[in-house]
């Protein structure tokens, strides 16, 4: 296996977990919307406030350090859209970045 095969394996990798954590970025936007509009109620159903304190453990740590970079703004919690949009867009400058660095330059 080349150098340059196992760096892509690795940020095929990166990109996949990231994918599945946007995900869970979303279920847990979802779910607490429908908490707080009253669609579904967490203290009578085990099953939706379980699936609620696994997505808060995995989202929460994230999102609580934007919460404190980001102004304050009322109601609205925009710090899952940065978190999100950093997710799609850092990686791929980070890796081309790197790509640029280690590959191109020994060329």
């Not at 996949?16 to 995900?23: A, G, K, P, S």
């Not at 890796?95 to 280690?102: A, G, N």
Request: with cysteine; proline share 7%; aromatic share 14%.
């Amino acid at each position: 296996m080349t150098a340059a095969n196992l760096y892509m394996f690795i940020v095929n990798l990166i990109l996949m977990v990231l994918d599945i954590y946007t995900w869970i970025i979303l279920a847990y936007c979802f779910a607490t919307m429908a908490i707080n509009f009253d669609v579904i109620d967490p203290r009578s159903n085990r099953f939706i406030q379980a699936l609620t304190e696994m997505l808060a453990r995995l989202v929460e740590p994230v999102l609580q350090p934007i919460r404190n970079i980001l102004p304050p703004t009322g109601i609205m919690d925009f710090s899952p859209l940065v978190l999100l949009l950093t997710i799609q867009y850092a990686p791929h400058f980070i890796f081309k970045t790197i790509f640029k660095l280690v590959f191109l330059t020994h060329a």
